[in-house]
């Protein structure tokens, strides 16, 4: 092989022993070649390893367990069942009618209550409305006092809806609204005629005050015509008497006509009172009804929710979605107890819980929240993969099993409730099964991951 085959200048071979250069001479390319190769394959697998990071993951085994209680389905009042509508190992969803109650006597209630409860609500109209027709302005001054009552014809408003409904109970309303306005107009209508009255004495007591008054001025005057001539012996002394007798007479009838006019006005303002007073006692009367009708309306209507509550329970509904594992009650016409147990369901909701056991020296990094990967025994995970989770709960010391193993008890929350089979077809996950649960604690290189055992093994190297 040439020199120059070889890349050896003359110049390099100066510098070598004579061993060294028949030894670089006879080499063959080629295996130069590879071992730079496999010098570069190990640089690039260094740089490689250090970058390229792996999950550092905690295994535990575990089982899958309810994500909640066994859900035994009650009745509070009980009574006698209609229909049994499910069956043992029956799935069934949130909400799903499970039996029926005999609701009659139930139904029989409530809208007993009902009919009441609008019959009260309708009073309470009625009273409101009877209270907005009527108004007082006690401010006004007594000698208008009857501007001081005020009454308008507002009826009672209901809703198309109560009107379709209760025909009757709006027409008795309406009809009894009506009548306690007649009543209460009329009653004022007697007072404003009873104070007319007065005010027309007392006009006709203050005309005669006047025509009184000037007859006796007339009188006396004649009388002090009369006097001197009767002094005189002109006029006969018993006609100034007489004068004299009717003008006393005139004086008492005018005096006694002047008393009377207080004494009127005091009876018209004293109907005045009693006109605002009738409406006063309207609106106190009505105000007291309608205190106690809401008093009743409110206690009614929490009733009634409580009767509706009964209605709706006498049709029993799946708590959740679940697997009907037992029904108490099969027989139609049977009679339940009040809070007997009527169905047990097995609930299987859209995630999983795993309930999964770690090393006590495995526990150092677990914190809830860390991603995991559940692996079910009963489905190859190669075929089938597994379901992701999150580490839920980690138990606060460890526990001890049968062998005397301690160990921590961890709970993981699937994403989903069932893997996918070939097909796309959903592959169900039950309580009991078997699985591994890998939480993913953190990454760390491929490097750290092959010098690990060496830098153990030299932490421990030399010791007794």
């Known amino acids: 092989m040439s020199k120059k085959a070889i890349s050896i200048s003359t110049h390099d071979l100066e510098f070598i ?8 001479l006879n080499t063959p390319k080629s295996a130069r070649v590879i071992l730079w ?3 570069l394959f190990f640089f690039i697998a260094f740089i490689w390893a250090y970058f390229a990071k792996l999950d550092k993951v905690t295994t535990g085994s575990g089982k899958v367990i309810p994500s909640s209680q066994l859900q035994v389905v009650q009745n509070l009042e009980g009574g006698i069942v209609k229909q049994v509508l499910v069956k043992e190992g029956q799935q069934v969803k949130k909400g799903q009618t499970l039996l029926l109650i005999d609701d009659t006597q139930f139904k029989s209630d409530f809208e007993e209550k009902t009919q009441s409860l609008a019959a009260m609500q309708a009073d309470s109209l009625r009273l409101n409305a009877l209270l907005e027709s009527v108004t007082v302005n006690k401010s006004t001054n007594k000698t208008e006092w009857r501007q001081s009552v005020h009454v308008t014809n507002t009826p009672p408003v ?11 109970l709006v027409r008795r309303q309406l009809n009894q609204f009506t009548g306690k306005l007649n009543n209460l107009e009329n009653q004022l209508s007697v007072a404003s005629q009873q104070a007319s009255q007065k005010e027309r004495e007392l006009t006709e007591t203050q005309a005669r005050v006047t025509n009184i008054r000037n007859s006796y001025n007339i009188a006396l005057k004649e009388y002090n015509i009369t006097k001197p001539l009767a002094d005189e012996g002109v006029v006969p002394r018993i006609e100034l008497l007489k004068l004299q007798r009717s003008l006393n007479d005139t004086k008492r009838d005018l005096n006694s006509a002047k008393l009377q006019i207080p004494v009127t006005q005091a009876a018209i303002q004293e109907a005045g ?19 106690e009708t809401s008093d009743k309306l409110s206690s009614m209507t929490e009733s009634q929710v409580g009767l509706e509550d009964r209605v709706k329970r006498t049709t029993v509904v799946s708590p959740v979605n679940g697997t009907i594992q037992t029904i108490y009650v099969n027989t139609v016409g049977g009679v339940i107890q009040p809070g007997m147990p009527l169905v047990e369901i097995v609930p299987t909701e859209d995630t999983l819980l795993i309930e999964a056991k770690i090393a006590p020296q495995d526990i150092g990094f677990l914190r809830p929240g860390l991603p995991t990967i559940i692996k079910f025994s009963a489905y190859d995970f190669t075929n089938y993969g597994g379901l992701k989770g999150t580490l839920e709960t980690i138990s606060a010391d460890t526990i001890q099993d049968k062998e005397g193993n301690s160990f921590y008890q961890v709970k993981i929350r699937t994403d989903a409730s069932s893997l996918k089979g070939p097909n796309g ?11 591994s649960a890998d939480i993913i604690t953190g990454k760390r290189s491929v490097l750290d991951y092959l010098l690990k055992p060496v830098l153990r093994a030299r932490q421990t190297a030399l010791r007794e």
């Open 17 to 24: 022993d004579d061993k060294s250069a028949a030894l670089l």
């Open 37 to 39: 190769v496999i010098v």
């Open 158 to 168: 209901f809703t198309a809806a109560f009107k379709e409904k209760h025909p009757q």
């Open 273 to 291: 009172f009693k006109y605002i007073d009738i409406a006063l006692q309207f609106r106190s009367e009505i105000q007291s009804k309608l205190n």
């Open 425 to 435: 077809e959903a592959l169900p996950i039950i309580p009991g099964m078997t699985a």
